[in-house]
């Protein structure tokens, strides 16, 4: 995953929500990512820092909130824990699994002034 | 800085023009429902409530945002617009040299007497390739994204308003090529087509593994190729259902021609159906 353009995302989310939420500075931003969404969260932070520089979020804290990937088994019918996307089903083997969870890149909450 | 839509369009060119702003199509700004309520969603015992804001003045703002907001609100006007004039857009990913470009030449050749096709070309550099697609005669654009690495869907929505392509016509999007990026950027396509080559190894599926999961068909390209190398097509199927149980994978060649039938096939059944979707 690219990580600097994910960190432009959040950023033009940051600027977006300034006006409609009435804030003029970041304080801190609340990421959830998924397991399964393959981002580095060690790149991340570092791209965070460098695309806040000069912007209403400079220096502003990032959390990232790690979400566990989670699969249905069509085979067994088990909801299991999934590290990879290819990984086979602890359970039975089969790799006939639907991810349930675990894909998401979202921005969740904001410490703001 | 775009003034209009309020992008950052960097040093994307479209056709080796500077992106200036003629917009025809709206720019649906994606609506943000961000909220500054605490009821609505208890997170327990999560992070966010074991941290009080330190400064009097400073909030807590409630979100709950898609880190890709911003491009899945273009994608979505982009497949609206899309929808309204019956359009099929195919999202083509891979690796660079996989035969992209080849293969549209050479679908085009063969289907353009009896379809409307056009194609948007994605590369860092260089219009080579929008030029060797309007060598077959067909309209193409060519978007150059300068130090990006893959098209998003406001670029799309660009290119949309240049290339005008025709109501119930094929629009092929070529990608930048990327096994990576491409897979979380929605352009507001109806499927995405992986085109994995024999010459690249059969596990690719598992090295980038969002990419294949993202894809509804696989096209394996260059099987002419097939032997003179040590390439096991069974495993690399394999491999690629591991990542997407629906995955379809078609083997062809773009030089020779072998199995092009079967992807013609697939883009004419895929058209009839959105068609009669509407
Ligand atoms: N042998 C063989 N070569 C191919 C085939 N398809 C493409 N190529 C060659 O692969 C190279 C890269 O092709 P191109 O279409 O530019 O790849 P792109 O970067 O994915 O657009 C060119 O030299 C093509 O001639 C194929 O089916 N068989
Ligand atoms: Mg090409
Ligand atoms: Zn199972
Ligand atoms: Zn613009």
Redesign the pocket.
């Known amino acids: 995953m690219h990580e600097m353009s994910l960190c432009e995302g959040v950023m033009q989310v940051l600027k977006d929500q300034a006006h409609e939420q009435g804030y003029s500075r970041v304080e801190a931003v609340w990421l959830e990512i998924g397991e399964l969404a393959n981002v580095e969260i060690e790149s991340m932070r570092f791209c965070f820092d460098v695309v806040t520089q000069g912007t209403l979020a400079e220096q502003a804290k990032l959390e990232i909130i790690e979400v566990p990937g989670q699969a249905w088994c069509m085979q067994c019918g088990k909801t299991v824990a999934l590290k990879q996307r290819f990984d086979a089903c602890p359970e039975c083997s089969s790799y006939q699994l639907q991810v349930t969870g675990g894909e998401q890149m979202m921005i969740k909450e904001l410490e703001v002034n | 800085m775009c003034t209009v839509c309020g992008c950052s369009e960097g040093e994307t060119r479209i056709d080796e023009q500077e992106h200036t702003h003629g917009h025809h199509h709206d720019h649906v700004h994606p609506h943000d429902h961000a909220h500054t309520h605490d009821q609505l969603h208890d997170y327990g015992q999560g992070p966010a409530h074991a941290h009080a804001p330190g400064m009097s003045q400073s909030r807590m703002v409630q979100i709950e945002q898609d880190i890709l907001s911003k491009n899945n609100g273009y994608a979505a006007s982009n497949r609206h617009w899309f929808a309204e004039h019956g359009i099929l857009a195919l999202n083509l990913v ?12 050479r679908t085009i050749d063969d289907l353009k007497a009896e379809m409307r096709l056009s194609v948007i070309e994605g590369d860092q550099q260089t219009a080579h ?1 929008a030029e060797r697609i309007r060598a077959t005669g067909v309209s193409a654009l060519q978007i150059n994204t300068g130090k990006g690495c893959h098209l998003d869907a406001h670029m799309i929505g660009h290119a949309l308003d240049s290339l005008q392509p025709e109501q119930n016509s094929v629009l092929f999007i ?1 990608n930048v ?1 990327n096994l990576v990026c491409p897979a979380a950027f929605d352009l507001g396509e109806a499927h995405k087509v992986a ?1 994995l ?1 024999v010459t690249e190894g059969e596990d690719k599926p598992l090295k980038y593994p969002d990419m294949f999961h993202a894809a509804d068909l696989m096209l394996l ?5 097939l032997p003179h190398l040590q390439f096991d097509v069974d495993q690399c199927i394999d491999y690629a259902r591991r990542v997407n149980p629906r995955i379809k994978v078609l083997q ?5 021609g072998e199995g092009m039938t079967n992807w013609y096939q697939w883009l004419k059944t895929t058209q009839q159906l959105l068609l009669i979707g509407d």
Do not use: M, Q
């Not at chain 2, 891979?94 to 030449?105: A, F, H, I, M």
């Not at chain 2, 390209?221 to 190729?225: M, S, V, Y």
């Open positions: 891979s690796s660079p040299g996989s035969g992209k470009t080849t293969l549209l030449g390739d070529e090529g085109i080559s390209n260059k099987i002419d190729l062809v060649s773009a030089t020779s």
